[in-house]
């Protein structure tokens, strides 16, 4: 039962949050997410990666029609899980310098989208995961239409069409492939990896798929959404977008995509991985440019999610194993950095760079957690960022060699954009922004001291995580190649 409490404690916290929260409304969110979080390491304490598919449930959803309302944990699942219940607590703790209106309803949302994105990457029904898949959706929009900047409302309509666009062609694809399976049906996705589909057919599933995982990342061209929406919503509602839910995209190419559709890689995987190399190099490009550190950090995340796709793309076992180590440590680098740069905002009221300098004159201590995470997002030897990248680009090197050398510009147009980013903000002389900048808080310590451990622990020990995934990677690679 204990993959079950994973998905409702956030569901029964949330909804304790709505009705009874009032004034403690994020003392009650934080209690529900740090259960969600020791529940989570327990089962990783009891988990074998060998073992393959663990601690599962499967009941009958709609009677003789082969849905049902299943979910189990292997390698993969035991990543994100324990990434997605690592970083909601501190999603949470980090709201708590804000004072935000309605927080009953604001922090109910953020514990609703995690027991979605629990489900999303636990479940083994691929009608169940479409269901938590656009159930991710709708609170991430609320919070973003309701609490987010002056445009919130047109850049959260062009977010949900875009969104619900892509996921037509996946609910399709899924009817399609329900249909293909033989006798009664069956939506298991184990089931839909033993279909033996036409290099035709597998050549629009793939597509289908491809086009509703690549606007949820983002890829290029998919991603116009995103700058905007990150930049305009609420620090808690774009540390989930980056953090966590860019990561659905990822773990859905990996998790259906690539074992379905084998076949089409032949013909289509190469178009799939030029493009997210195109990400990776536009990304990194239009970052050098941009004076809001908000929106860097947004397309500083878009390249580093070309990245992961092009590695998963690869189908090899370094490219595999990158992208899945990489959503771990792009998922704590990313929300260390927009936290830094809400603790910013909150001191300065302005995100832009020409405003900005001589904070490390101010508060000693925030640059050095500025650095950590700055470190760990350009991916210096012994940081987060290092271990993923290796391997991805290792991977896409396997793949091509031209590919690879152009991925890996990456890690140099990065350091432009992320050491240019904390030089203008943090050295230099002080100005009229920044001149009285308060030191950090005990809240704000709370937030920050978890996430630079992360960013050693990730860097220096990886077996950690690797050896938690390499057996699923491993199976999962024999259905792809065979």
């Not at 490009?285 to 998963?312: T, W």
């Not at 650095?371 to 990248?389: K, N, R």
Request: net charge neutral; hydrophobic share 55%; proline share 4%.
């Amino acid at each position: 039962m204990l993959t079950i409490l994973l998905i409702l404690i956030p569901l029964a916290a949330g909804l304790l949050t709505f009705f009874l929260g009032g004034s403690k409304a994020k003392q009650i969110a934080l209690a529900g997410a740090l259960a969600e979080l020791v529940i989570a390491v327990f089962i990783w304490t009891q988990f074998n990666p060998a073992g393959g598919a663990q601690f599962g449930f499967n009941y009958d959803w709609i009677a003789g029609s082969g849905i049902s309302f299943g979910a189990s944990i292997d390698g993969i699942s035991m990543l994100l899980v324990l990434l997605t219940t690592f970083l909601v607590p501190l999603i949470v703790l980090s709201a708590f310098g804000h004072n935000y209106k309605n927080p009953s309803a604001f922090y109910a949302l953020i514990l609703f989208m995690e027991s979605a994105l629990v489900g999303v990457f636990t479940t083994t029904d691929a009608f169940l995961f479409y269901l938590f898949f656009e159930a991710a959706l709708i609170p991430v929009y609320f919070l973003a239409a309701v609490w987010g900047g002056e445009n919130r409302l047109k850049v959260t309509f062009k977010f949900f069409v875009y969104t619900i666009f892509g996921s037509l062609f996946m609910l399709v694809a899924l009817v399609y492939l329900y249909y293909q399976t033989p006798g009664t049906h069956s939506s298991a996705i184990t089931a839909f990896y033993d279909l033996q589909l036409t290099p035709a057919a597998q050549g629009w599933v793939f597509w289908a798929f491809f086009i509703a995982f690549a606007i949820k990342m983002p890829l290029f061209p998919f991603h116009t959404w995103q700058p905007d929406t990150y930049t305009e919503s609420p620090t808690p509602a774009t540390m989930l977008l980056a953090g966590i839910m860019l990561k659905m995209g990822v773990y859905g190419l990996i998790r259906l995509l690539l074992p379905i559709t084998p076949l089409a890689l032949n013909e289509w995987g190469g178009v799939a991985i030029v493009l997210s190399v195109i990400g990776i190099v536009y990304g990194s490009i239009i970052a050098i440019q941009q004076r809001d550190m908000k929106r860097l950090v947004a397309y500083s995340s878009f390249a580093h999610v070309g990245l992961m796709a092009a590695g998963a793309f690869s189908t090899t076992l370094n490219g595999m194993q990158g992208a899945l180590i990489q959503m771990l440590a792009h998922g704590i680098n990313v929300v260390g950095m927009f936290f830094i740069i809400d603790i910013i905002f909150s001191r300065t009221n302005t995100r832009y760079l020409d405003h900005l300098g001589g904070i490390t004159q101010k508060t000693p201590s925030l640059s050095v957690y500025f650095m950590v995470m700055l470190l760990g997002s350009v991916a210096l030897p012994l940081t987060s960022g290092f271990v993923g990248e290796f391997l991805l680009l290792a991977g896409v090197f396997e793949y091509n060699n031209w590919l690879g050398a152009i991925a890996g510009l990456t890690i140099i147009l990065g350091a432009v954009y992320l050491l240019r980013m904390f030089q203008k903000a943090m050295f230099g002389e002080t100005s009229i922004n920044t001149e009285h900048f308060a030191k950090l808080t005990l809240s704000e310590r709370a937030v920050l001291i978890p996430l630079t451990i992360m960013v050693f622990w990730i860097g220096i020990y990886p077996a950690t995580f690797l050896e938690m995934t390499e057996p699923t990677v491993n199976q999962l690679l024999r259905f792809i190649h065979n």
